[in-house]
């Protein structure tokens, strides 16, 4: 079983739509939770990090859902520009700083 | 500032041969890893470092070596390559306490 699991998409909104995804993960000794973007060919970058009590950044909000075990990411009024493939990633606090990543699910916004 | 750098970019390999990817950071981070991205895989960690002289191994590390001689400097060793091992490897560094992970920009490895 993957440690970390989301929906590969693709996602095609058009632009202004609220899109949402979610991410799983499989250990509930999980102590930390990010969200990286990808853009075709490129290295990842960290988005946001997500914390208990959730948290924005913009158009951005991600939120933590221990007793489910999964974290979310919504993106609203989307932009040409949040294209990307977005990455879910979780740490353990028994591996230390060890990092497991999602497949990612790929976003297309259309004009 | 450079942050993460990567060489080589792109490298093609006969199986059985060896090379070595090395990774370089500016920024003094202790935390240095090696990923490797497969299409439907995501980013597994391969081996990972906290710290100069240190290195531990993450999700997917046989066939691989590493070294962390300086501190600023992670290998990513491959013995015999093998055309499993294609792929983009990533290597990443982060500063101790944070958790803020800073990419390089990939190598393209294939082996035929």
């Known amino acids: 079983r993957k440690e970390v699991e989301q929906d590969p998409g693709p996602f095609n909104v058009p632009e202004g739509a609220t899109v949402a995804f979610n991410c799983t993960y499989s250990?509930?000794?999980?102590?930390?939770f990010f969200w990286y973007r990808q853009d075709c060919r490129k290295e990842p970058k960290l988005l946001m990090s997500?914390?208990?009590s959730g948290n924005e950044d913009g158009r951005f909000t991600a939120q933590l859902n221990r007793a489910s075990q999964y974290i979310s990411l919504l993106i609203r009024d989307s932009k040409l520009s949040d294209s990307a493939t977005y990455l879910c990633?979780?740490?353990?606090?028994?591996?230390?700083?060890?990092?497991?990543f999602g497949t990612g699910t790929s976003l297309t916004v259309i004009p | 500032n450079a942050g993460v750098t990567q060489t080589p970019k792109f490298r093609v390999l006969k199986t059985g041969q060896s090379m070595t990817l090395l990774c370089a950071q500016d920024?003094?981070?202790?935390?240095m890893y090696w990923y490797r991205q497969d299409p439907g895989m995501g980013l597994r960690l391969i081996h990972y470092?906290?710290?100069?002289?240190?290195?531990a191994k993450g999700e997917v590390p046989d066939g691989y070596n590493v070294s962390r001689l300086k501190k600023q400097n992670f290998l990513l060793g491959l013995e015999s390559a093998a055309p499993s091992q294609t792929s983009v490897y990533f290597c990443a560094s982060m500063r101790g306490g944070w958790y803020e992970q800073y990419f390089g920009p990939g190598t393209r490895l294939t082996v035929t």
């Open positions: 997500v914390y208990s």
């Open positions: 920024m003094n981070h202790e935390y």
């Open positions: 990633a979780v740490s353990f606090a028994e591996t230390g700083n060890q990092f497991y």
């Open positions: 470092s906290v710290g100069e002289g240190t290195t």
């Open positions: 250990n509930s000794a999980s102590q930390s």
